[in-house]
Each structure stands twice: as C-alpha cells, then as structure tokens.
C-alpha cells in the first residue's frame, strides 16, 4: 500500500541556518513524488515535483530509492519559509499526502 | 476561472445541520479531489473522482459524508447531520489523467465551523 511519512510534525530553524524536512514513502514501482507548500492564508500550491529535478525557492528534495526517502532541503532558511510543507506520492493519478510539517524560519 | 473555485470559503452551522460544499474544478480536469484538514491530522483524503469511473469513497468518515461529481465537472461534497467533530478545513484539488506530469490543483479550501 502507498504510504508518505512526515515525522516531524513541527520544525524550527534559525534564519540562515539549513533546513531539512523528511519525507519517507512505501511504494512498490517508481513513485511519483512532489513536496507542496501552504503560505499562512495562501492555498495549497507546488512546491516541486522530484521528475523535474529543479530547484524552486532555494529548495531541493532528492528521490533517495535505496532509503525510500524525498527529504526537502534548503541550504539557508529565510524568513519566508515559514509555511506548512506536505511530501505526496502519486499513484494511478492518486494523490497521496503526507500529515504535513510546519516550518518556523526564526529571524 | 483559471484556478479550483470553492464556495463558500467559509460556513458556520448548527450541530445537527446538513451542509454542501462546492467545487468547481479546472476545465478539463477529469480528475477531482475531496481532502479534509485539520489541526494536527494533516491532510485526509476523502474522496476521488476520476472520468465517469466510480469514484474512490474509501476516505469517507462515515455515512454522513457524500458526494456528487456532475457532468464530469462541478463537485458538491455533502454532510448530514453534522457533528462538531467535522469542523475542519474541506479541500478540493483536480488534475489532468493521463500519463506526462502532472500535479493536483488546489483550491483555497471551505472552513467549516459546526457549533
């Protein structure tokens, strides 16, 4: 069964310090994986998608498939960052949603 | 609209009340999405429609909760007899099928208060 882990449920930084939010998925192909991003009174959007190998914001996330894991990475925090982040795995046009991390960026 | 319009943004109503929820989807999306939120649950899934398929209800709470997809466009998502315990932030999200990549659509949500 498809499964997106987000074990921290609430994450503080220090402005200019890196950030990593953990995503771990079971899934039995080749996933499908986006990290979404809610702004405080901002609708859900996309943040980035892991096919796409981009970089958005300052932010990367690497499909680690040996560790199962789409851990979203930023090298320095900015004030900004501060929202709620979601890892989702797509399956059969399926959207499957992590329990969400909320990210502090303390000036 | 070019986004997933959601009406109303915000509803207040009495324990014991039916509600509807709307969802108008990006044209040409076939495929729709129900999501609840709440404090500290994250993101539940509800319930999806794809095409004229029969949609996915494995999310729904419980008996109370249904909803409609018609013409393969506008959503309503209904509750009856509300608890207050279904106070919560309803999302609906639509995406595009098909293979290529694609990404679900959000709109901006509708609170539910049930008091």
């Known amino acids: 069964a498809q499964r997106v882990t987000q074990p921290e449920k609430l994450l503080s930084v220090f402005k200019g310090a890196p950030v990593e939010l953990k995503c771990n998925y079971s899934?039995?192909?080749?996933?499908?994986l986006f990290w979404y991003v809610q702004y405080s009174r901002q609708r859900l959007q996309l943040l980035l998608r892991?096919?796409s190998r981009e970089s958005i914001k300052g932010f990367t996330a690497d499909l680690n498939k040996g560790e199962t894991s789409f851990h979203l990475k930023k090298p320095f925090a900015q004030e900004e960052d501060s929202a709620m982040y979601y890892c989702?795995?797509?399956?059969?046009?399926?959207?499957?949603f992590g329990t969400g991390t909320s990210l502090t960026v303390i000036p | 609209g070019a986004g997933v319009s959601q009406s109303p943004s915000n509803k207040v109503t009495e324990k014991g009340k039916d509600v509807e929820l709307r969802c108008d989807p990006i044209?040409?999306?076939?495929?729709l999405y129900w999501y609840r939120q709440s404090l500290g649950q994250g993101l539940e899934f509800l319930i999806y429609?794809?095409?004229?398929?029969?949609?996915?209800k494995s999310g729904l709470p419980s008996d109370r909760f249904s909803a409609e997809r018609t013409g393969g466009s506008v959503s309503t998502l209904t509750i009856q007899r509300t608890q207050q315990e279904d106070s919560a932030v309803y999302l609906c999200?639509?995406?595009?099928?098909?293979?290529?990549?694609?990404?679900?659509?959000f709109g901006q949500g509708t609170r539910l208060t049930v008091v």
């Open positions: 429609f794809q095409g004229n398929s029969a949609p996915d």
């Open positions: 892991h096919i």
């Open positions: 999200a639509s995406s595009s099928s098909g293979g290529g990549i694609t990404e679900a659509f």
């Open positions: 989702a795995l797509r399956s059969s046009n399926q959207f499957y």
């Open positions: 899934y039995s192909g080749s996933p499908e």
């Open positions: 044209s040409g999306h076939t495929a």
